[in-house]
């Protein structure tokens, strides 16, 4: 049995054996795993909608004494809350702003905190006493920046469906759920997802380190609503290292979401850790609910959605019939289509709405289908976007291999939470 400081002294020395969720999966499924003595650290990752995401910041908004202390205050429009300290005369404003709260129907918190990390101009209006002060900033202006999440990297997660007759509004689907169990929504990345790897949470734990939308961060513990049979957890990390095309808004029917990813790092210490690790999506269980009041009504797995499927759109621009308003274009709820059969990758989660919405079929994706009762229920969306979940795993693999990383001894391991 190897320890933590056995591993870290490994990765220092740059001897460490490091795999990828993905690539250690690979050796499963060809029965080549790996044994303990073998491997010394597995990279998992995850990326989708995660509603419990928000950022604690420092905004300057005027001059020194230009105000006393602010009573709201927005950002693009998006409302924040100041405080908790008043900054009293300071001309800026201590604020926290949700990834869930919105300006309009097309951007939100989730939007903001990319424009922010993007460095692109911030409109910033508050109101004192009465009088309403303006600024325009930029990320960089920005003194502090802390994203928080209160729950987020789920054990995996669950399809939505709509039983009833008519089509429903929600946060699981871009477009209205169409009624009669007549398609599916999928949130999850499988087997690469951190906490599946680690269904006991025995390394991710309060003092682990992560990637958080690429940059360093720790885990602060479980998250709201995390249990012993589906956990989460709760983690921080700044906002000045984070990496725009793991993170931002998606716009759903009920309105716009916030896209966050996660990547955490898992040391090989024994054979239980190599059976944690040697899960596959066919053997994850899928439960499927009705969208209204999120009952299970039966099960799949996530063999259905991620194997044998395609994982990213894929492009024929010599479909495009150059609709005068392109449907794809104007359903994407993260904007990365082009009019014309273009898509901005950096900003595509490969959701699959162009494949729904495009008339001309330029965008095309296997989805795969889930099954209730003797019913076969097509997937038309994904919220969660597993080539980005291997992206981060590949950027914490990286990191590791450089020496850039090290496990925290976080005391005793506690089966079922932290």
């Given at each position: 049995?190897?320890?933590?400081?056995?591993?870290?002294?490994?990765?220092?020395?740059?001897?460490?054996?490091?795999?990828?969720?993905?690539?250690f999966?690979?050796?499963?499924?060809?029965?080549?795993?790996?044994?303990?003595?073998?491997?010394?650290?597995?990279?998992?990752?995850?990326?989708?909608?995660?509603?419990?995401?928000?950022?604690?910041?420092?905004?300057?908004?005027?001059?020194?004494?230009?105000?006393?202390?602010?009573?709201?205050?927005?950002?693009?429009?998006?409302?924040?809350?100041?405080?908790?300290?008043p900054?009293?005369?300071l001309?800026?404003?201590?604020?926290?702003?949700?990834?869930?709260?919105?300006?309009?129907?097309?951007?939100?918190?989730?939007?903001?905190?990319?424009?922010?990390?993007?460095?692109?101009?911030?409109?910033?209006?508050a109101?004192?006493?009465?009088?309403?002060?303006?600024?325009l900033?930029?990320?960089?202006?920005?003194q502090?920046?802390?994203?928080?999440?209160?729950?987020s990297?789920?054990?995996?997660?669950?399809?939505?469906?709509?039983?009833?007759?008519?089509p429903?509004?929600?946060?699981?689907?871009?477009?209205p759920?169409?009624?009669?169990?007549?398609?599916?929504?999928?949130?999850?990345?499988?087997?690469?997802?951190?906490?599946?790897?680690?269904?006991?949470?025995?390394?991710?734990?309060?003092?682990?380190?992560?990637?958080?939308n690429?940059?360093?961060?720790?885990?602060?513990?479980?998250?709201?609503?995390s249990?012993?049979?589906?956990?989460?957890?709760?983690?921080?990390?700044?906002?000045?290292?984070?990496s725009?095309?793991?993170?931002?808004?998606?716009?759903?029917?009920?309105?716009?979401?916030?896209?966050?990813?996660?990547?955490?790092?898992?040391?090989?210490?024994?054979?239980?850790?190599?059976?944690?690790?040697?899960?596959?999506?066919?053997?994850?269980?899928?439960?499927v609910?009705?969208?209204?009041?999120?009952?299970?009504?039966?099960?799949?797995?996530?063999?259905?959605?991620?194997?044998?499927?395609?994982h990213?759109?894929?492009?024929?621009?010599?479909?495009?019939m150059?609709?005068?308003?392109?449907?794809?274009?104007?359903?994407?709820?993260?904007?990365?289509?082009?009019?014309?059969?273009?898509?901005?990758?950096?900003?595509?989660?490969?959701?699959?709405?162009?494949?729904?919405?495009?008339?001309?079929?330029?965008?095309?994706?296997?989805?795969?289908?889930?099954?209730?009762?003797?019913?076969?229920i097509?997937?038309?969306?994904?919220?969660?976007?597993?080539?980005?979940?291997?992206?981060?795993?590949?950027?914490?693999?990286?990191?590791?291999?450089?020496?850039?990383?090290?496990?925290?001894?976080?005391?005793?391991?506690?089966?079922?939470?932290?």
């Amino acid at each position: 049995m190897k320890t933590i400081a056995d591993i870290n002294n490994k990765i220092k020395s740059g001897k460490a054996v490091v795999y990828t969720a993905s690539e250690f999966k690979e050796l499963v499924r060809e029965n080549k795993t790996p044994s303990a003595e073998e491997v010394d650290v597995v990279t998992c990752g995850t990326c989708g909608i995660m509603s419990g995401t928000f950022a604690v910041m420092t905004v300057p908004v005027g001059e020194p004494g230009a105000f006393r202390r602010a009573e709201s205050i927005t950002l693009n429009g998006v409302p924040a809350f100041p405080g908790p300290c008043p900054n009293e005369g300071l001309g800026t404003v201590d604020l926290i702003v949700y990834g869930t709260s919105h300006a309009d129907e097309s951007y939100g918190g989730g939007h903001l905190l990319r424009d922010i990390v993007e460095e692109k101009e911030i409109e910033v209006v508050a109101v004192s006493e009465g009088k309403t002060y303006e600024n325009l900033i930029y990320g960089e202006d920005i003194q502090s920046a802390r994203l928080i999440t209160s729950r987020s990297a789920f054990k995996n997660y669950s399809a939505i469906v709509n039983r009833d007759t008519d089509p429903y509004n929600t946060i699981f689907s871009v477009l209205p759920l169409i009624g009669g169990l007549s398609e599916a929504t999928v949130s999850g990345c499988g087997e690469i997802n951190p906490l599946q790897n680690d269904p006991f949470m025995r390394f991710i734990k309060a003092g682990a380190g992560i990637l958080l939308n690429g940059a360093p961060g720790f885990i602060m513990g479980t998250g709201t609503r995390s249990s012993q049979e589906k956990p989460n957890i709760a983690a921080f990390a700044d906002m000045k290292d984070m990496s725009p095309e793991l993170m931002g808004g998606f716009i759903t029917s009920a309105g716009p979401e916030c896209l966050v990813s996660v990547a955490a790092a898992i040391p090989v210490t024994d054979e239980e850790t190599i059976k944690s690790l040697s899960v596959l999506d066919e053997d994850i269980p899928l439960p499927v609910a009705d969208v209204k009041h999120r009952e299970t009504i039966g099960y799949s797995d996530y063999g259905q959605i991620w194997q044998n499927t395609d994982h990213r759109v894929i492009v024929n621009p010599l479909n495009c019939m150059f609709c005068g308003e392109c449907p794809a274009a104007v359903a994407c709820p993260t904007k990365a289509i082009m009019p014309g059969g273009g898509v901005i990758f950096s900003r595509c989660v490969s959701c699959g709405t162009c494949t729904t919405t495009c008339p001309g079929e330029v965008y095309t994706m296997e989805m795969g289908t889930i099954k209730v009762g003797d019913q076969e229920i097509p997937v038309t969306l994904r919220q969660s976007d597993r080539t980005k979940g291997e992206e981060i795993s590949a950027m914490l693999k990286d990191m590791i291999n450089r020496g850039h990383f090290s496990f925290c001894d976080t005391g005793e391991e506690k089966d079922g939470g932290i």
